[in-house]
């Protein structure tokens, strides 16, 4: 069935470095996207969303790109630190919002000092 | 404000015995969704639901499994004759509408013995 995927399991990078973390989505008819963090023991944690009529969306030292062609996304960090260590999930939903979200596996993020 | 709430935040059960578990939505969110995880996964959507109504249940087991959001009090997800695969974490999130971005509890740990 259609579902969200992420490239890499663990990613490892130096504190201060910039972290991307990638995500596939195979369901063309979605049309909202959420970046969630998870710390060991704790709920997820949303860090930015992104709509289908947007490319590119930015907070504070995050960015979230949206290629609707290659059905990918992307967070980009910037200046990576030691609280940045958790898992990221990406989510879709084809509501635009309302409904259940699908969420993909998971990215391990660890950051070295 | 105080963010979505639940209860309680582990849960020890033995086999064939009843699981209640508890959320609170935010303040002013009417609207709640329960997810499943299980260790080294995502979320898996389960049920959203809107006061004294279930929106989609199409993620709920079809047996042992129920959900209600009473005009008063907080969400109930119950899981009656519980097996060792229920064991996992089951997180609760709400959002004010609909179409608005979901905001997730800290969960509870279900262990089935």
């Known amino acids: 069935g259609e579902s969200v995927g992420l490239h890499l399991p663990t990613l490892s990078v130096q504190e201060g470095d910039n972290s991307i973390i990638n995500c596939a989505y195979s369901n063309s008819a979605s049309d909202y996207f959420i970046w969630y963090k998870q710390e060991s023991g704790k709920g997820p944690q949303f860090i930015i969303d992104?709509?289908?009529?947007?490319d590119k969306r930015q907070g504070q030292r995050v960015t979230v790109l949206l290629n609707k062609t290659v059905k990918h996304l992307s967070l980009q960090i910037a200046a990576t630190q030691p609280g940045d260590s958790a898992v990221y999930f990406c989510a879709e939903n084809s509501g635009g919002g309302a409904d259940g979200l699908t969420f993909g596996k998971g990215t391990h993020l660890i950051i070295q000092p | 404000n105080a963010g979505v709430m639940q209860n309680p935040r582990h849960l020890v059960r033995r086999r064939g015995q009843e699981a209640r578990l508890r959320c609170s939505p935010m303040k002013g969110h009417s609207h709640v969704y329960w997810y499943r995880q299980l260790p080294e996964e995502g979320l898996k959507f389960m049920v959203y639901?809107?006061?004294?109504?279930?929106?989609?249940e199409s993620g709920m087991p079809k047996e042992r499994f129920s959900a209600e959001f009473p005009k008063e009090g907080p969400s109930i997800l119950r899981i009656q004759q519980v097996v060792r695969g229920d064991s996992a974490a089951y997180f609760c999130?709400?959002?004010?509408?609909?179409?608005?971005?979901?905001?997730f509890g800290p969960g509870t740990r279900l262990l089935v013995l």
């Open positions: 992104i709509r289908s009529n947007m």
């Open positions: 999130a709400s959002s004010p509408s609909g179409f608005e971005t979901q905001y």
């Open positions: 639901l809107q006061k004294e109504n279930i929106i989609d």
